[in-house]
Each structure stands twice: as structure tokens, then as C-alpha cells.
T-cell receptor
């Protein structure tokens, strides 16, 4: 049972445009959500997070939106840069297993110059 | 070092052999996690330590897998009688303490069982 889903395996965007990565979850106990970025042969690195008490969190070019009623979150990158090309993972935690992360399958983002 | 360190970075072993994977967390981090990532998938939780004890081992797939953290710092993931299906990247992460949600990951150990 995939509790966190990223339905788009890949996304291709032109440099300077907006990248929108989507994530859906099913477990209503999740109350904290994170995005990680991963380059080949490296471990995931934390990008941005959001608590369920908020619906938006912004950090520079990165903004995460949370729609609790739809159990959906998205990561917006504006403007996209070629160095943003990586695999992006959505992760969630909450309830009695706080700290243990449940990850989505990942979306490969390619930003073309 | 400044980050989470995992050794070896690559390990090739024969089916049926025993392997140990090591993780050195960030100094002072009390929480330590092991995840497994198969090709095309996201990391999958295996086990979580708070200090020396395993707080949650619900992700270990079977009794061939075992992990220890005897002094609350370095951790070793042990896999007995390896199978080809165990081939994956094994990721370790640490965080400052219980309830800390931002985990810092190592680069992983790529295990290949032939």
C-alpha cells in the first residue's frame, strides 16, 4: 500500500520557467511533509518542509503548498535552473511514528538550458 | 566528519553470504535511521534507533536483517544469507533527537548480490 504517491515519474522544464512537482498521500495521521532532492550517487538532501497547520511555506525559489482536504502537496520551483535537475522525493511523517519518513517514488526533474 | 558517513560505498557479495554495512551519524545526533532504496523507488524505512535501542524495527523485511547501535553512535546493518532481492542502495540518516523531522542522509551503500 503506497501511502505517499508521486504519479509523475519525470518532468521536463525550460530554464527560467516554473517547475511543479506533485505528491498525494492517503494516511490522515501524516502531519508533517518534506521534500528531498537527490543527485546520482549521493544521499537525499533536505529541501523544504511544511507542517499541517500551514498551507504554504516558502524558501527562496522553492514553495511548498499543502491541501489537507485533498491530501495533496506540491513543490513549486521558480525560476527553474539547470542545477535543479535531480530526483525529487516527497516524504511524510506523523502519528506514533514521528520522525520515520514514508517516501514517494520520486520525480526526475530535468531543466533544459 | 561533518555529515553522515557510510561504508563501504559499494559492496558486491555472493548469494548466501553475510554482509555488514556501517553508518557513522553526525556527532551528537541521537536518532538514527536505516532505509533501503530499490531502483526506481523511494527510500523505504527499515529501522529507527533512539540512542542505543531500536525504537521501531517494523520495516525490517525478515529475520535475516538485523541492526545494532551498541554505544548510541555508530550503527551496523547486518544481513545474513543474502539473496539477489536484497540488492539495493542502503541509506542511513541521522537527526538531532526524537521528534526531529529533518533527517540528514549519508551517500548510501550500494549492495549487489550476485
Amino acid at each position: 500500500d503506497q501511502q505517499v504517491k508521486q504519479n509523475s515519474p519525470s518532468l521536463s522544464v525550460q530554464e527560467g520557467r516554473i517547475s511543479i512537482l506533485n505528491c498525494d498521500y492517503t494516511n490522515s495521521m501524516f502531519d508533517y511533509f518534506l521534500w528531498y532532492k537527490k543527485y546520482p550517487a549521493e544521499g537525499p538532501t533536505f529541501l523544504i518542509s511544511i507542517s499541517s497547520i500551514k498551507d504554504k511555506n516558502e524558501d527562496g525559489r522553492f514553495t511548498v503548498f499543502l491541501n489537507k482536504s485533498a491530501k495533496h502537496l506540491s513543490l513549486h520551483i521558480v525560476p527553474s535552473q539547470p542545477g535543479d535537475s535531480a530526483v525529487y522525493f516527497c516524504a511524510a511523517t506523523g502519528g506514533t511514528s514521528y520522525g520515520k519518513l514514508t517516501f514517494g517514488q520520486g520525480t526526475i526533474l530535468t531543466v533544459h538550458p | 566528519g561533518a555529515g553522515v558517513s557510510q561504508t563501504p560505498s559499494n559492496k558486491v557479495t555472493e548469494k548466501g553470504k553475510y554482509v555488514e554495512l556501517r553508518c557513522d551519524p553526525i556527532s551528537g545526533h541521537t536518532a538514527l535511521y536505516w532505509y533501503r532504496q530499490s531502483l526506481g523507488q523511494g527510500p523505504e524505512f527499515l529501522i529507527y534507533f533512539q540512542g542505543t535501542g531500536a525504537a521501531d524495527d517494523s520495516g525490517l523485511p525478515n529475520d535475516r536483517f538485523f541492526a545494532v547501535r551498541p554505544e548510541g553512535s555508530v550503527s551496523t546493518l547486518k544481513i545474513q544469507r543474502t539473496e539477489r532481492g536484497d540488492s539495493a542502495v542502503y541509506l542511513c540518516a541521522s537527526s538531532p533527537g526524537q521528534g526531529s523531522t529533518e533527517a540528514f542522509f549519508g551517500q548510501g551503500t550500494r549492495l549487489t548480490v550476485v
